[in-house]
């Protein structure tokens, strides 16, 4: 299984990027897509997260500006729009998804971070 992320870059205050993330190989099932984010000298933290069902989570400084969502038809691909970035947005985000196999072992992986830069 591979997670290909894509769509960081440099954005100025109070503009919009959108990243996705592909899911790719041997995959039985996909429970939750979420992406998380770290910045310099932080720990990584949750930005969002979407269920198999659709539910979503946000942290609290992203809720009404960043949106995730999932490809309703390929089911593999998540996506974060981010909108109203602020400098404080600056940092790798990462994706993360819960595989699950015929046997309901969830297995966890993470994608390589892509760099999301906002300048003020």
């Known amino acids: 299984v591979q997670l290909q992320a894509s769509g960081g870059g440099l954005v100025q205050t109070g503009g919009s990027l959108r990243l996705s993330c592909v899911a790719s190989?041997?995959?039985?099932?996909?429970?939750?897509m979420g992406w998380y984010r770290q910045a310099p000298g932080k720990q990584r933290e949750l930005v969002a997260v979407i269920s198999s069902g659709g539910n979503t989570n946000y942290a609290d400084s992203v809720k009404g500006r960043f949106t995730i969502s999932r490809d309703n038809a390929a089911k593999n691909t998540v996506y974060l729009q981010m909108n109203s970035l602020k400098p404080e947005d600056m940092a790798v985000y990462y994706c993360?998804?819960?595989?699950?196999?015929?046997?309901?072992?969830?297995?966890?992986?993470w994608g390589r971070g892509t760099l999301v830069t906002v300048s003020s």
């Open positions: 190989g041997t995959i039985f099932s996909i429970s939750r």
């Open positions: 993360n998804v819960g595989f699950l196999s015929r046997d309901g072992e969830l297995s966890v992986y």
